[in-house]
Each structure stands twice: as C-alpha cells, then as structure tokens.
C-alpha cells in the first residue's frame, strides 16, 4: 500500500535534485556566456566587454533561477513593502528556466538585464519609483511610461550592440535573437549605415517600439511600446493604490531631459544623445486611445490636472535638499523598518522582463 504522507516528500526531492541540476546547468552556461562577454571587442571602442563585465560585477550581487517564471529573465528593481531589516532595493537578475535551452538566449537575456541593473544604478529617475518605499519623491504616472519606455529602448540597443560583438564566438546568437525588439542584423545594418555609434544607437532606439506582436488574448496586433506603456500603467495603479492605502504622503514629479540622458549614459555611448534641452526626449511618440484613457483614469485619481505645472525632479530634490548622489545612496541603503502591525500581505516587486509573459508573442 502507497504511504499517502512519504509520496509527497518524494517528489519534493526529485524536485529539489532536479533545481540543483537546473542551477548547476546555469552556472556552467554562465560561465561560457562570461568568456563570450570578456571577448566583446568593438571596433571602434575596444575592449567594451571587458568594461561591461567589470561594471556589472561591482553592482549585481545576484543571479538565480525562478523555476516558475514564463519570461527568459527579469531584472528585480524594488520590492513593497520591504521586510523589517531587508533592503527595498532588490537589485537581482534572474532567469526562468527556458533560459537554460540555449547559452545564446542566456547572452541574450543577460546582457538586457544587466543593463537595467547599470540604469538603476545611476539614474535617480529609476528611485523615484512607487516600489520604492525608500523615496516619497514619484514620478507621476506620465513619467513612468515614459521612463519604461526609454530604459527598454536602452536596454535593448545595448543588448543587441553588445550580442552583436559576441557573433564570432556565439554565431547562433543571431537566430537566438530574432523576434526581439531589436534583432541583432537589424542592429548591424542600422550602424553600417550610420556615421556614429552614438547616432546608430538614437535610430536604433526608435527601431526598438516599432516591433509588431500580439502581447494579449484577443488584442489585436500592435506595437510592443503600446504594450511597455499597458504594463506601466497596470503595474503603476496597482502600488500607487497600496502606497495611498498605506497613507504614504507622496509627491509626484515630471521628468526632464537630464533624467532621460542620466538613464541612457549607464553604459557606452548615450542612447539619447546628449543635448538634455530636446523636447523629444520626454514625450511619448505614440499613446493608443486606451493608454491615454487609463492614463486619465489614474491622473484624475491623484488630483494631477497638469502634469507640465508638477515640479521636476531636480526640483524637488532641491527642495528636500538632497544631491541626485545622495538621493541614489539613501534609496540602495534603505531597509524595511520594524513593523508591529501583524498584516503579513506578501511583497510586491517592480520588475522589467526580457521576454513579456503576455500569450505568445514573437519569442525574443
Ligand atoms: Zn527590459
């Protein structure tokens, strides 16, 4: 007879061996992926990979697996609320298991991830952010779809730039990128055609929102920047609604042009450019109807008429008189106070995946 109890442990430790082989597969493939990123060299810049390698080393103290995650690989910004005694700042880089069926995807997927990580490293923008309890300084709700769509713009340049200086090593990294926002060939004809790196990479960027898919059940085709900008807004009503609910007393700010060249200057050539006085850098291109409805829908829910008349960030540091550098370090530094309200409701984390876990769209 079949002991109902032992069954159970049983397979918690198929389980448990099959997680440890899982993990020890991701150490060696990462070890491989390490090498290809130590030989990035770029024509016109050097050894980039080199650089890249020794800037994500000081700053991701993390990489794991998540066995039940759908997406490639997600960069962990902030969780809220943080545990008594746990830093807010998450700043983890981890996998799903379909990472492990191709070292060419995990480049891929490591190098888009790590660049969040650089991003959120340098830019004050990225700390003034609902997830984070450690700031009351938020961008509105305006600013955080603009500011997704500028660091996945980023993300994804500097991805396909660097995969594409891995090809010698890693031929099949082109097929493993195809479908991507930014596939790497379409990277490479964009800069032979350019006069500059930094000038392949502005073009490239706006290549970026262009890609065709269909991110949700029953949507019809649209651009993948509709759908970074569907996500902001859902991810930004659901923890402004938990930060208002915890009577946090927050001020909404607009971003400027100086905070969209801060997110492009964490590594290499400044996606963006480097004239912070252009007033492309801060308008959304293109807003569906039913983005700008649900945007609407939560400025009217914070009392934001105006989002032009709201302080810039700049400013309202100066207010608090807190330098960006400063601001930066309290925000990675800050840990969950002790709590002595007993609601144990689980964190919730912001979040950029590689691979959007909407239905099928074309697999990066
Ligand atoms: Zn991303």
Redesign the pocket.
Known sequence: MVDPVKKPDLNEQELRAQEEAQRATLGQHLKIVDDWIANMQDPVLGPVGAAFRAASARIIHHEGLDFGMSPSAV?HSFRYPAAPGQTSFSNDVLYGTEALDSRERLLGART??F??ALQYDTAAALHADPFNEASDIIVSPYDYILRKER??QD??VKGAWLCSLAVDDAPGVVAAMKGTPLPIDTFQDIRAKSGSLQEAFTAAARDTRNLLGTWRKNAPPSVIADEWHARALEEYARIIKMRLDAGDKLTFVRLAGEDILEIGDAFGPNTFGSNAADPTLTVIENLSPENAKKLAEINALLGIADRDRLPALDDALQAKGVTRAAYLDISKKHVGPARNDSSNSPAVEGS???NPSAPRPPAP
Do not use: D, M, R
């Open positions: 960069y888009h991830e660049i969040h660091l996945e993300a994804y950029t995946a590689f």
